[in-house]
Antibody, heavy 119, light 110 residues
């Protein structure tokens, strides 16, 4: 069974940092690009970042460029999102999502991890 | 403000057909496949339509997708109470070099 499980969310002050993790299982991790998608409370979906299978190419939404870094550890079937200089508007549930790079064919989603940025 | 525009809400009675629109531009919908997601209350989104008009395994044929120019649509026929959910369109944007989502449409089955 395909499964992705996020962890690492929590409460952080504005300007702080947080690192999200995603553990993948049930599929060949190196065959898939991976993504982070977020959803602010009561709001819609927003794609955050994508990383290709070998980890050598990454794409980001403009609002997080220079602050967030997506990475992966293929031998450990893990995906990460390092979030620095956090802002209040980064408050959201962050989903780890399996999917293509140039097509949002997001067929497997985690349960999400909540990040709250507040003083 | 989302790059893709969806109506914030839609409603219809059980058994009827409803269509949800998604309007974009030449760099996104006009140039790429469209995807649709269903998000039931309190749950993660689920892929409903891929490659503009293909249903993943397990998705009932009551759900269908289409595209014309820079607009796309999701149609749901034979509405059921369990179809009450938020629906999102998504595609790749060649200018933004990233994935864009619509703002979402909350479907109410009356």
């Amino acid at each position: 069974e395909v499964q992705v499980v996020e962890s690492g969310g929590g409460l952080v002050q504005p300007g702080g940092s947080l690192r999200l993790s995603c553990a993948a299982s049930g599929f060949i991790f190196t065959s898939y690009s991976m993504n982070w998608v977020r959803q602010a409370p009561g709001k819609g979906l927003e794609w955050v970042a994508n990383i290709k299978q070998d980890g050598n190419e990454q794409y980001y939404v403009d609002s997080v460029k220079g602050r967030f870094t997506i990475s992966r550890d293929n031998p450990r079937n893990s995906l990460f999102l390092q979030m620095n200089s956090l802002k209040v508007e980064d408050t959201a549930v962050y989903y780890c999502v399996r999917g293509d790079t140039y097509h949002p064919d997001f067929d497997s989603w985690g349960q999400g991890t909540l990040v709250t940025v507040s003083s | 403000q989302s790059v893709l525009t969806q109506p914030p809400s839609a409603s219809e009675t059980p058994g009827q057909r409803v269509t949800i629109s998604c309007s974009g531009g030449t760099s996104n919908i006009g140039a790429n496949y469209v995807y649709w997601y269903q998000q039931l209350p309190g749950t993660a989104p689920k892929l409903l339509i891929r490659l503009t008009n293909q249903r993943p395994s397990g998705v009932p044929d009551r759900f269908s997708g289409s595209k014309s120019g820079t607009s796309a649509s999701l149609a749901i026929s034979g509405l059921r109470s369990e179809d009450e959910a938020d629906y999102y369109c998504a595609t790749w944007d060649d200018s933004l070099v990233g994935v864009v989502f619509g703002g979402g449409t909350k479907l109410t089955v009356l």
